[in-house]
Structure formats: C-alpha cells, structure tokens
C-alpha cells in the first residue's frame, strides 16, 4: 500500500499558462476535496511562472499575439461546465482597461506603457504584454489560493521522473543531486521541441559540407538567425505563424522601418541588414489574416449539424468512422451554416429569400448535393458570396502562369483580394464561417473519443487536412502583418514563389533549389528554411523529461489501431480529457497525468475564449480534481 509522505505534494512540470491553469484549478477545489491538509504544488519550469518560454518578457518586443484581446482568458466563467468552482477574472482586454482606469494598482513595465494607452478589446498584443497578463493572474492565483496551498516555484528544467520502491514520485531536476518528491505529477509541457527528421538531417549534412545553412523546423523567436546574412538568398518554405516570426524579426527586428506614403501606401524602408526571402509553401498563400470586424447579423445557432447527437450517431452504426464520407459533409454543413446565417441576416439586399425559408431547406439537404447547390444559386445569386471550402483551401489551385514573375504577381493580388475582404464588413459572412469552425473544433474530440474514428483518417484527415485547414483559415495573423509582408515585396525584400513549392539540392553549385510545380523557373540559395513548428514526436523530442520517460517505456506515444493497420501520431498517449498518461503498453499510471496541445486530447490556441465554456478549462478541473482526490484518499485514516 502506498504510504504517503507528509505534506502532499503535487509537481507540475511546466509553469507556462496550462500549468498555471491547473496551478488555479487545484486552488479552486482544495478546500471541498482536501479541506485543511497541508499541499505544497512544486512549479519547475526554467521560465517565469505565468508567461512560461513563449510569452516571457525576454524576447523580441515586436512579436505579435494572433488573437485580439477580448478573445484571450485565463479565468473560469459560468458557461463552463465543470465540477469546480468558477473563479472568474479578467480577460486580457478586461486587465488592460482595469490597468489604464486604476482599478487595478499595477507598475506595468515602461516599454509596455505606449501600448498599454493605445490598446482597445481589438487590439492584437505584443507578446510581452500578454506576458505582463499572465505574470498578473499567477500572482492572482498566489493571493487568492486556500492557506492551506503553498506554492515552491523551481527556476530549472526537470529531466527524469522515476518512482520510489514505496511509490513516490521522484521528479529529477537540472543539476540537482536529490529529487522532488511528489504524491502525483503534471506534465503541462506544451509544444515538444524536437531533433529533425531523416530528410532535416540530410540537408543539414547538404548544408555543413557546402558551407550553407539550414534552419529546421523550430519555435522562430527562440532560434539564433544571426548566421542569415545581410542581402543573402534565403528560401523559406511555410506560409504560417512560423514565418510571420521569421520575417519580422529579418526585417524590422534588424533595423527596418514602416512608413506611410501620401497616398495611403504603407512603405517599407530597409535597414540595409535584411536578407532577400523567397517564400512559398502547398498553398503558396499566407494563413488568412484575423477580420477587422465583428458579426453584424443574428448568431448562428450552434453546434447545429456536427453536435454531440451527430456524433453519437455515427458512433451507433457499425463500422469505423472515416472522416471524408461521415464527419467532413456535418463539418462543411455547419461552416455553411455559421457563414449563411451570418450572410442572410446581416446582408439581406445580397440574397434572393428570406433566411427563415432558406434555413429549412438547408436543413434538409446532404453538403454539396445538386439539391443544396441548386438552393444556393438559387438564393445567393453572386458566386463570391457563396461558401465554397474547397476553394478557399486551394486559391490558387487552378491558377497557370508563364513564369515564376507572373506566378508571384497572382499570389500578389490572391494576398490583396484577402486583405480587401478581411477589412470589409461587407464580408462578414467570413467570421461566421470561422465561428462555425470553432464550435466544430469544440466537438471534434467527442468524435475522437468516440474510439471508433478509422486511424488513418485521424491521422492524415483530422490530425493533418483538418488541423492545417483550421489553421490556415482561423488561426492566421494580424491583418498588420500582411499589409506589411506586401510592402516587403514592393521593396524587393520578399519574392513570392506561389502554390505547390519544391525544393531540392544542387550537389555542383552547393546551392539550395526552389521553385513552384505551377510555373517555370528556380530559385538559388545558400539558406533553406522551413518555418513551422516540429510535429509532435515523443521519439524524437529534446523535451528531457518527455524523451526520458519514454526512452524507458514509461510514458507512450498515442497509436492508432484500425483493423488491419497501426499508425503512432507522436503525441503523448493520454486518456483525453482526464489527463492520464499511458506508458508504452497502454497502461494508465495512476499518478502522472498529461496536457497540452501535443497530447491525445488535441486542444487548438494557447488560450481559451471567454463564455465558451472552452475544453481547455474542463481538462484543466477535470485533472486538478483526480489529483486532489488522489492525494486526499491517501491522507484517509486507515480503517
């Protein structure tokens, strides 16, 4: 029987938002579940409890969030349905207003001031300021927590956790001689960082043998790109988040400038230190920018065709579900839903029927049917207000062009046509598509848990197409940073390569290669980058702790098991929203639990929309409650 040391302890393993987010999770439910016992939380992370590695101060002040302030929380609400206790705060809007007005008395850095008096719910922060936020709701969390919760932070990097002969967890830290020991472990680790893949190591062995250089897959703000010289040819593949990182900091990060030109034009003047980029990616497009505004019609009703009653019906019938026959036609029927409501009630002089008449025929017809195309020509007679998902993955899919200069000028205008509709209200039947998307993410892992999902279609579809699809149309940047990769363009620091980008190795020359399969013509180059983050990869992490524990069979990697076929995602195998780690033979460890974006459960953004009773708080109470009553039921008296 396990025999418990004195106080309990709990260790989570990252202090970043989630780990913070359990950190209040605990604090919230402390007093129900463990009354008076004493409770010592261990925080280990080498960066700042609160903002964590990727929104700590120390980093470049030009770096963006790509959510608006009013969007962003780290506080439980009372729309979210968990057994906890709400503890509503602030959002970060709600925090800079509160700032500002002096309700709250805070000494707010200096280099955030400016932004602090320009700031409106809108606004897309910097990432310091998102910092200063979190570092608030820690010490928040600290003034409020139950006396009977004591919170040791550790500034270092935790590399092993084994287990005693009495069942104590050890948590190994960073130059230390001696463990922690805790009655339970949380490893809220976020995004793995990870050594490269087979194809990453043969052009860095390109690179290293011709004296060139090679980036690999990497979180942008925390790679060293002082080796990309001033006015160098550098290919860049990844149109993403990653690469609006990469090219500020190459731009304005070395001395560059905005201006606006009389006429409106915004003008880019170069330092002189910048690199020439050649950018292109499958798309050959960037991720579309966050719209300039709000919704003007009635709110869609949802989830209204992908819900949880769709969902237990698929899951009902014989058979895997596979996701292009079963989920993808719910999926397009309620993006189209969340765009035609939107369009319907909000622009009305742009359709031919009233929405309550349009709605019940909708209601009725198969996604993409002659019926439902028939009863959308029929309604909305011009083709660009119609809802075509196929089309707005693939832009530019059908484009051809004479040369790779022709190539770039369609890319050009597809990026001005994106940036036109994105600040035109006009258009807002766009938000109500990406709204749908977010309640469809919000009940895609009720479809995973369903276990009857087929594994290559949750590999490939879901966890590929899908995430890329959903990032690409709802999780892309501030406008600002598009109009300002044109202007990088018009000063010929940026060259655009267009859709279906490849890239190869010349071993004569010791050049990189690039160009686009839709036009004629190569790029040289003596730096290759592939600006994204790594995929998850438990085997091949340089997480310490995550790489050890699995290198000894202790924590898994998630596989997916069909009927005739195997496949391995790479994320930390948990048991979804209730946070337990599975070792590598699918058994659950009954005191080690695991979250974050690279586990089973899948949550999408770092952080949680208020009043949306969003999935990332229900993790975070679900597992904060296991832990209390785990250490609770130890501290029992023995009958």
Known sequence: MYQPASPAAV??????????????????????LLGEHHLVIHLIDPYPPGPGRVWRHDQSPLLLMNSKAADVTMFTDDTVRCEGPPMPGPTLAEWIAQVRDGTLSLDVDPDLREELHRATPATFHTRRMQGAYLSWCYRRILDTRPDSVEVRVHTTEAVDLTESDDGDQLVWLRDETQPLRADVVVLTVGHLDGETDEAGWSLSDFADRHGRKYFPPGYTADTDLSPIESGEAVLVRGFGLAFIDLLTLLTEGRGGRYTTAA?????????????????????????????????LGAAAELPRFFSPDEIAGLAARPGPIRFRPDLWPLIAKELGWGYYTELFTAHPQRVRMEFAEFADLYRELDWDSVELRTLVAKAVPAETDRFDPVALDSPLVEVTAADASALATR??????????????????????????????????????????????????????????????????????????????ERAGVVTFVGPEMWVATDEKRGLFLGGSRKALGTVTATTLVDARLPPPDVTRTTNPIVRALHDRGRLGAERLVGETTAYSTGRIHTSGIDGQLFDIDGVVHPRRFALGPHTSLRIAGAFSRPRTNALGFRENDSVARQVLRLVGADRQPQR
């Open 11 to 32: 260790a989570i393993v990252g202090a970043g938002p989630k780990g913070v987010g359990v950190l209040e999770r605990i604090c919230a439910s402390a007093p129900e």
């Open 411 to 488: 890319v050009r205008e597809h990026i001005a046509q994106v940036l036109d509709r994105g600040g035109d209200s006009a258009f807002s039947a766009d938000l109500g598509a990406v709204n749908a998307m977010l309640s469809v993410f919000r009940q895609l892992p009720a479809a995973v848990a369903t276990g009857k999902l087929d594994p290559a279609s949750q590999l490939f579809d879901v966890d590929g197409w899908w995430f890329g699809f959903f990032s690409y149309i709802g999780s892309g940047p501030p406008r600002a940073r598009l109009e300002e990769l044109l202007a990088l």
């Open 263 to 295: 006429d409106g034009e915004l003008v880019y003047r170069r330092s002189g230190a910048e690199p020439t980029l050649y950018i292109g990616s499958r798309r050959g497009v960037p991720y579309r920018p966050k719209p300039g505004y709000g919704l």
